[in-house]
């Protein structure tokens, strides 16, 4: 026999699940392929190496002379570690970013946003010329990177996503 919780009513009635668009499902997969395309960005990263080592050689240090073999060397080393980390990271987020959007929270489509603002900015010095080290293919490689995030955010704001995450608002926000 069922015994109510003393001044407690019936039982409540188990959470209703919300059905997940085609946008978000889509945007998710695409973030997946942003998750994957910065591991390879990675290894695009690595292939460049001497092309890195040789743009360090024609830097001048603050004395305005050549560096020398050795610091090139170790300041070869130094961005690699920065790069690899740095695309672990990317990656990382476009995971996070993914299964947070696809669970409705709100705050991971304005982060995924302010995100790709930050990566658009990055792309066009990039692509400019501003950064010292990149070489033909790292710049093209993020370009592409940065095509998978417009097609991302496009989805993301669309009227469905929109609809969603308005609706997933009363849901657990944890």
């Known amino acids: 026999m069922y015994q109510p919780f003393p001044g407690g009513a019936e039982s409540p009635e188990p959470a209703q699940a919300t059905v997940v668009p085609p946008s978000i499902t889509r945007a998710e997969r695409a973030m997946y392929v942003g998750a994957a395309a910065s591991v390879i960005g990675i290894i695009v990263d690595l292939t460049t190496y001497s092309s890195l080592q040789n743009a360090l050689a024609k830097r001048k240090n603050k004395n305005g002379q050549l ?3 050795a610091q090139v060397v170790d300041l070869a080393h130094v961005e690699v570690v920065v790069l ?3 695309g672990l990271i990317a990656a990382g987020v476009w995971i996070w970013m993914a299964r947070s959007c696809r669970a409705g929270k709100s705050w991971a489509r304005i982060v995924s946003t ?3 603002a930050i990566s658009t900015i990055g792309v ?8 010292l080290t990149a070489g033909a293919a790292t710049r093209i490689y993020g370009f592409v990177v940065w095509i998978v995030g417009l097609i991302v955010i496009i989805l993301l704001w669309q009227r469905t996503s929109s609809d969603y995450f308005e609706g997933s608002k009363g849901a657990a926000r944890y």
């Open 124 to 131: 066009f010095v990039s692509v400019g010329g501003g950064a």
């Open 84 to 86: 690899v980390v740095a």
């Open 67 to 69: 560096l020398t073999h």
């Open 114 to 116: 302010v995100l790709f």
